[in-house]
């Protein structure tokens, strides 16, 4: 990024004070913010500062410090980082900010700065001789279907050629810019395809005209037909414009015979349903009241007090008439060599850790003092007492985990990767084997 910085001291005012017009606008713009966030009128009182000097000074960023309380270089930060601060002077009658972005360089960017260089200055950020205009290159002005473009102050100039930008440069260095209309310079309808309107050319109307399918075909009356029904009386005539009047008949093979679903659901069909309704309701209010489930809704479902070993492949937990589960939740016949304890059937039996919210126990915790399993990674004083309640107090039972029991603990804990990420079984196996003198022995520091 290119860095931006005041302008010499040779060209620094000595002052700055807002006109009395703008003064009063900036008394007005800071009291529209709440008591306390005055300072968040900065934006405004700097571009206000612009528009009445031309430029940002740094009596003016002074100025606007003293009005907002703010410290000086909290507002120098502002100006320097937003580009639309100029922050030395410019022409007086244009500043021309040609855009360089991609889109504009692909149409002829280049040859707008050439045209720059050769009418205004040779360089950029310069005045020219009478300093009346400048000139300089800036990033995507927000017009990229309309490319090349240049800003001149808040208006933009888009399909530009050379020539164009030479004799908009000519205008506004005679003071005569105003006779140059902003926006596109080509036959355009903003940013609507060159040339004109290429879809959409009727004339658009005041309303949304309501389509009329047209009457079906009359068909020719049988030799031997049946005499016509009396005429019905003649309709009120339509008022002028309106579209004529027409009915959707339906298909000629079709009846209600045939078609039931055109005159809907005999009456039979609706008592029925409704009967049926009403038996699905108490066959529903009969299952919630015994606690026994309904076959009608759900064909083969299991009740609540179930055998364990039925559901799920023997994982699920039954409830107190269920068959016992094994102690890591399976059924009761798969055999694991670990001490993993299930919650317990009796509900009085509970862990109250648990009933708290915490870690359900887990492990069963040795006999005689705790280690202190903070001086593993990523273990504090709230983890490590949740590793507690589980039943995880030595470091060795750390070191001993299998990888089912790790993803159990991490998903227990909510700690997903955590304990391979942090090596928590090898810094546990070397604690464990030496504590914290073979730790330093082996990681060249001491555990945290």
């Known amino acids: 990024m290119v860095a931006r910085r005041l302008a ?3 060209v620094q005012p000595a002052e700055f004070a807002f006109s009395a017009e703008n003064a009063n606008w900036a008394e007005w713009k800071i009291g529209l913010y709440p008591a306390g966030r005055q300072q968040s009128a900065v934006i405004p009182l700097l571009m206000r500062a612009q528009e009445q000097e031309g430029w940002v000074s740094r009596a003016s960023i002074e100025k606007v410090a003293e009005m907002l309380g703010m410290a000086y270089i909290r507002v120098l930060e502002v100006a320097t980082f937003y580009t639309q601060f100029q922050l030395q002077p410019v022409g007086t009658r244009a500043h021309v900010q040609v855009c360089g972005t991609t ?25 020219n001789a009478d300093g009346t205009l400048s000139w300089e290159e800036v990033e995507c002005a927000g017009a990229c279907v309309n490319a090349p473009m240049v800003t001149i102050f808040k208006d933009t100039y888009e399909d530009l050629t050379k020539e164009r930008l030479g004799e908009i440069i000519d205008a506004f260095a005679a003071g005569n810019g105003q006779s140059i209309k902003p926006g596109t310079q080509i036959d355009r309808l903003n940013s609507a395809p060159e040339g004109g309107r290429v879809v959409l050319l009727e004339e658009a109307t005041a309303y949304r005209e309501k389509f009329v ?24 005539a339509a008022p002028a414009g309106s ?22 659901p005999s009456a039979e069909a609706k008592v029925s349903e409704a009967k049926a309704e009403s038996e699905r309701k108490k066959a529903d209010a009969a299952a919630k009241a015994d606690g026994e489930p309904n076959e009608a809704m759900r064909s083969g479902a299991t009740g609540a007090e179930t055998d364990a070993s039925k559901v799920d492949g023997g994982m699920a937990v039954g409830k107190a008439t269920a068959t016992a589960p094994g102690r890591d939740g399976t059924s009761a016949g798969t055999k694991r060599t670990r001490t993993i304890i299930a919650p317990k059937a009796n509900p009085s039996e509970v862990n109250p850790v648990a009933e708290r919210g915490g870690s359900p126990q887990l492990f069963v915790a040795p006999e005689g003092p705790a280690d202190d399993l903070k001086f593993i990674t990523g273990v504090g004083p709230v983890l490590e007492s949740r590793l507690n309640a589980m039943g995880i107090t030595r470091w060795s039972q750390i070191a001993a985990l299998t990888p089912d029991e790790v993803e159990q603990v991490e998903a227990t804990l909510n700690l997903k990767g955590r304990v391979s990420r942090d090596g928590w079984l090898q810094k546990a196996e070397v604690l464990a084997r030496g504590g914290e003198a073979e730790y330093v022995r082996v990681f060249g520091k001491k555990p945290r």
């Open 8 to 10: 010499d001291e040779s």
């Open 103 to 127: 889109p504009c360089m692909l149409r002829g960017a280049g040859e707008l700065i050439d045209v720059c260089k050769s009418k205004i200055h040779p360089e950029a950020y310069h005045l």
């Open 213 to 236: 399918p047209p009457a079906p075909p009359a068909e020719a009356a049988p030799a031997a037909a049946a005499p016509a029904a009396p005429a019905a009386p003649a309709a009120a």
């Open 243 to 264: 579209p004529p009047p027409t009915t959707a008949g339906r298909p000629r093979d079709v009846a209600e015979e045939t078609a039931p679903a055109i005159k809907g």
